[in-house]
Each structure stands twice: as C-alpha cells, then as structure tokens.
C-alpha cells in the first residue's frame, strides 16, 4: 500500500520535536553525550565525512552554500510565482510551508546527528584533567607576562617578510604541517587524535573576509574552511582551532584553547608561535577588561616582532569592518545561544580560565 506524500511529510515534520527533546536530554547528561555520542558515534562519522571530502582539492562545502542559495532563490521565485497563480492561494501556500518545515526539519536533524550534539558533551577541563577555579587578578597578570616571554622567544625563531611580518610559504605548507600538533598531543589525550581530511581554503577568502571570520567548520561535509587570506601569525592557530572543531569539540572558547595546545605541542616554531600569540591575545585582552593599568604595563613587554605582527592582523580585519561583519556577528551570536551557549559571542573569553589553569599546574 503506498503511504501519501502527505503524510510522509508529516512524518519528517514530526521528527524536529523528538530531536530536539533529544538535545535538551543530552545537555542535561554531559557525561552521556560524552562516552555514547562524542567518543563512540561522532569520531567515525566525522573521520568518514571528511575522509570522502578530502578527495576534492576545493572546499565541497563552500560549492555546496553557494549552490544551496542559488538553489533557495530559485524555489522562492517559483513559489511566489506558483502562489499568485494558484486558484487556491491558501492551500498553495501552506503546502509550501509544509515543504518548507520538511527542509528545515531534515537539515536541522542532520546537523544535530552528524556534528551538534557535540556542544552537550563535558566540559575540556574534565578530559584534560585540569582545575578550573576563580583566579586573582595577579594570577592573570602572571600569566601574561608569562605568555609574552614565551611569545618573543618564538617569535625571534620564524621567518619574517620585507615589512617584518612574521611569514609562511603558503597556505598549503601549512595545511600539510598542521596535523603535526595533533599527533604528537595525541600521546597524551588519545581524544585528539585521528586521521581527518586536511583543512580547506576558501576560493572567495576576500569577500568572505567582509564576515569578519576566520575559518568555519562544516558539519555537513566534515571540512575545516579556511579564510586563506588570514595574516600569517595567526593562520596556523586558525587552522588548529577548525581542526579542532573537526575532531567534535563545538565550544568556540575550548577550540582556541586546543588550537593553543596543539600549536604548542607542534615541531615547528611558525606554529608554536601562532597558539602562543593566540593565548596572549586572549589573555592580555582580559586583563585589560579587569586592569588596563597592569596591561598597558605589559605591552611594553612584547618585542618590536610581535607589535608589527598584532599590528599588522588588526590593520588587516580593519579594513573590512562594517555592517556585514556586524550582521554576521548578531547571527552568530543567536546561533550559538540556541545550541545552549550562554554567554554568546563572549564564551570565547572562557579561554582564559583554561589557560589560568594550565598555568596553575606549571605546564
């Protein structure tokens, strides 16, 4: 007996509320959603996804969003078009909106299964095994100046181009070098580990850069998406940090700190210097917010190398600041609000309590 189109679509409608229960159970089981999804479901799902992918030289998923809004333009033209021309406007356009729910249905649920449970797992601090407590001021303090030694020593160890900026090869050298960290941080936190499609560049990296965003992770195709015009001081802790969300970590804040980690743990001073740069950003940034007197006294600690690199990156976002940035900036705090991140666009300042940590226990 054939089932109606009707009813079949009722049925993939029917499906978003059983997920999204689903979520809500998850995010109140952290440790579940760790051992039965993060740990045991996602790593092949990811590992395949990217493995098929990595195939293509180019970036399937920036092909697949420029097709999908192609593809969405065209739909809604005809709806308008097949809606004004209907004899029963009302019944033409609720059966489009029912097609509509369909797609935003299968898509959503695709997304939760093949990647966003992963932000209802435990928190990093819990697999690292590190304390994240309250911190004093002069902790932070300590820890950046802390940082800025180590940054200049890494930064006197890189190459550098005919302005004194720090400098790579290429976008590609460094993709071929980046699962280095990975590897070797591994033999420690075996969770890090495996074997993932390379990350991509974006084709359009210059009008992607209007975003304001650095790199993006795809859930659907598995692919790291670079922005391959990101200032080369802060490329390869880019390129960690995506990675990172390729291997099931959501969490923005803990991204940065294993892109840290990683970029640490790597072979290369290019690379060690990124996540280095990257953690005393952070740092410095909320000492500011909590001491402006003891961070303007620190900057007078970074070498002449580090303040043309932290002034070449900002020159570099600068010139594409305006209302698409800010647009994208409002989306991507909603986004991550709904996937149960509170603080929004500002829980990437939690970093700093994993550094802190870290700190604590002399590593």
């Known amino acids: 007996m054939r089932v109606p189109r009707f009813k079949i679509k009722i049925l993939i409608i029917s499906i978003l509320p059983i997920m999204l229960l689903l979520k809500e159970l998850l995010h109140l089981n952290p440790i579940a959603t760790e051992s039965l999804y993060s740990r045991l479901l996602y790593p092949p799902i990811g590992k ?34 097949a809606t004004i021309k209907s004899n029963n406007r009302l019944n033409t356009a609720l059966n489009h909106l029912i097609n509509g729910l369909c797609v935003l249905s299968i ?55 005919s302005t004194g900026v720090m400098y790579l090869e290429s976008f590609r050298d460094a993709a071929a070098r980046s699962n280095i960290g990975y590897n070797n941080l591994s033999q420690t936190y075996p969770f890090l580990g495996g074997t993932f499609g390379q990350p991509k560049r974006v084709a359009l990296s210059y009008q992607f850069s209007y975003t304001g965003i650095a790199g993006i992770y795809f859930p659907y195709t598995g692919e790291a998406n670079i922005n391959k015009l990101v200032p080369s001081p802060m490329l390869p802790s880019t390129i960690c940090h995506e990675m990172a969300h390729q ?15 990683t970029c640490k743990a790597h072979d290369h001073a290019d690379f060690q210097y990124s996540g280095y740069l990257l953690a005393t950003i952070y740092s410095m ?68 309590d994993l550094l802190l940590a870290e700190y604590k226990k002399g590593f």
């Open 285 to 352: 940034n909320a000492l500011y917010k909590y001491d402006p007197d003891s961070y303007r006294e620190l900057t007078l600690k970074y070498s002449d190398d580090v303040k043309r690199d932290l002034r070449y990156n900002s020159d570099f976002w600068k010139q594409f600041e305006g209302p698409v940035e800010e647009l994208q900036e409002r989306v991507n705090d909603t986004y991550l609000k709904s996937n149960k991140q509170a603080d929004g666009i500002y829980s990437y300042g939690r970093m700093v």
């Open 247 to 261: 291997r099931g970590f959501a969490r923005e804040d803990e991204a940065n700190f294993i892109a840290y980690l």
């Open 107 to 161: 898509g959503y649920c695709l997304f939760l299964l093949l990647w966003g449970f992963n932000y209802y797992r435990q928190p990093l601090a819990v697999s690292l095994g590190y304390n994240v407590e309250k911190s004093t001021i002069a902790d932070l303090k300590n820890l950046c100046s802390s940082l800025i030694e180590k940054t200049n020593l890494l930064r006197s160890k890189t190459l550098e181009d």
């Open 48 to 81: 395949l996804l990217s493995t098929l992918t990595g195939v293509f030289p180019f970036s399937v998923a920036e092909l697949l969003v420029y097709l999908v809004v192609a593809a969405i333009l065209v739909v809604l033209i005809r709806m308008v078009y």
